[in-house]
């Protein structure tokens, strides 16, 4: 006769609210990113030298269930971006390459109204709308960057292999070749 076990059936390590995409649980990471950490990617220095340098751009939530760099595990995050200009460009994320040239990633819009400004190894530039719903395949040799075109602070989540990495330098050094800025009202994509 074959013994039966009872195994317990335990609650997820996480929770995430669908309505923000705020998650929970243990080491979920915290990072913000002000003013002060940006002063490279907003092309009117004057106007960036006349704001208060703690003003919160972003905020990121992450999850690393394994380390960084390890070949085989995956990691979810969620942005919140603030609705905000710098004279009249908008408040965005820094952007960068995955260092690990063919590791793709997932992003979707949860919250408000965004643009997910896209460039190829040739600085090539695209975009495409964010809004909740969205689902966005940003492929492994693609810089990413989001940028907040509303008036209330836009939240996307994203999940990217574990072994990706970031490259900030190369963003950090030559910019994207496209800028999204407000004229009259509406977001107008600049390119280089
Ligand atoms: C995202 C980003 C996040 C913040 O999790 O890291 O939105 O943007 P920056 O990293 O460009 O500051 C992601 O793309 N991970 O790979
Ligand atoms: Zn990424």
């Known amino acids: ?21 705020n ?15 940006l002063p490279e990617i907003f092309e009117n220095k004057q106007a960036f030298d006349q704001m208060d340098t703690e003003k919160i751009v972003y905020h990121v939530q992450a999850i690393f269930p394994v380390e960084e760099g390890r070949e085989g595990g995956l990691f979810y995050g969620k942005t919140i971006i603030e609705p ?3 004279g009249n460009e908008y408040f965005m994320t820094k952007g960068h390459f995955h260092k690990n040239a063919n590791r793709a990633e997932f992003y979707w819009g949860i919250l408000g109204e965004g643009v997910l400004l896209l460039m190829n190894e040739k600085r090539e530039c695209w975009a495409e709308k964010i809004f909740p ?4 395949y940003i492929g ?5 960057r989001t940028i907040n075109t509303g ?8 999940c990217w ?6 490259n900030y330098q190369e963003i950090i050094n030559n910019g994207f070749s496209a800028r999204l800025k407000e004229l009259d009202g509406n977001p107008l994509l600049e390119s280089e």
């Open 1 to 21: 006769m074959s013994k039966i076990k009872n195994l317990p059936i335990e609650n997820p390590k996480y929770t995430v609210d669908y309505s923000n995409g």
């Open 23 to 37: 998650m929970q649980g243990k080491s979920v990471i915290e990072l913000t990113k002000r003013l002060k950490d």
């Open 84 to 86: 905000g200009k710098v």
């Open 133 to 136: 719903g969205s689902l966005h």
């Open 140 to 144: 492994g040799t693609i810089a990413h």
């Open 151 to 158: 008036n209330t602070p836009l939240s996307f989540g994203a």
């Open 161 to 166: 292999p574990s072994d990706a990495g970031h």
